[in-house]
């Protein structure tokens, strides 16, 4: 078991790719703290995983959350070994949608409630010479059109993931990053059902998105994460691995 005995929090850990992450780190060893926002879609993750998880629901929105998220963690395990922040929100906007308020409540819960949460954790991640994995996405790199605000937000993230992994590595806390590409989550398959795509759209995705012929799956992202999250990737910090089907770096999607 590759992650025996270790306590993680995994934030957005009642679907998609928190909720992969959470049942492979269990399944290799970990106790998990599962957070979310879902009561019912809480209950059923933690049902099948106790006695090496429980659930804490919380809004990241409000800025205290983090660090009731940690004393819930303290609580039931004692300690804390690694950070998943996984939660996001995805709006649609573009320059011409956005507003003030959009664009802070996607900064405090993609970028803010990340910070606070690494921030409330750091005492704990020392004594145990623990470590970070932020989940963020290849919009990072510039974004799609009609995902400013998010795409800003993940450029965020992944300066933070950077920022931190170079303050924090004499203290020993390795902070890591991924950026993920597109992966079919129950909510990605919603959202394209939304806006009008048949239900086995997931099986006609083009080949400029899918070379392989299909999505990734959130459980291929949890696969990844195990090795950053266990002793196997020490002493690396500061990485931040684009987690895609293709390269992203001369690319020509014309010519695929």
């Known amino acids: 078991m590759r992650l025996k005995d270790k306590v993680i929090v995994v934030t957005g850990a009642t679907t998609g790719i928190g909720r992969a992450i959470a049942e492979r780190c269990v399944a290799e060893g970990a106790r998990v703290l599962v957070h ?8 059923e993750v933690v049902s099948r995983l106790r006695p090496s998880a429980v659930l804490h629901l919380d809004d990241l929105i409000d800025p205290a959350s983090p660090g009731r998220i940690v004393l819930a963690a303290l609580s039931a395990f004692g300690r804390i070994d690694a950070v998943v922040n996984n939660a996001s929100i995805v709006p649609r906007s573009t320059v011409g949608t956005t507003s003030a308020a959009l ?14 949460l690494i921030q409330a954790a ?22 799609e059109a009609t995902l ?3 795409s800003i937000s993940k450029g965020a993230l992944q300066t933070l993931s950077r920022n931190l992994a170079n303050a924090h590595t004499l203290d020993q806390v390795r902070v890591n990053h991924f950026n993920v590409g597109w992966v079919l989550s129950p909510r990605e398959y919603r959202h394209q059902r ?31 994460a195990v ?27 014309v010519k695929n």
Not at 36 to 42: E, K
Not at 105 to 116: D, F, K
Not at 128 to 143: E, M, P, Q, R, W
Not at 195 to 219: T, Y
């Open 194 to 224: 939304d806006q009008g795509l048949p239900a086995d759209w997931p099986e006609h995705v083009p080949p400029v998105f899918a070379p392989s012929g299909r999505l990734i799956k959130p459980e291929e992202i949890a696969s990844a």
């Open 36 to 43: 979310g926002i879902d009561r019912a879609d809480g209950q």
């Open 148 to 150: 400013l605000d998010y």
């Open 227 to 253: 090795y950053w999250l266990s002793d196997e990737s020490r002493p690396v910090t500061g990485s931040v691995v684009e987690l895609e089907q293709f390269s992203l770096f001369g690319r020509n999607p």
């Open 103 to 116: 664009f802070d409540r996607t900064m405090a819960i993609n970028v803010r409630a990340p910070l606070l």
């Open 122 to 143: 750091m005492a704990h991640l020392k004594e145990t010479k623990g470590c970070v994995l932020n989940i963020g996405s290849i919009n990072a790199l510039s974004g």
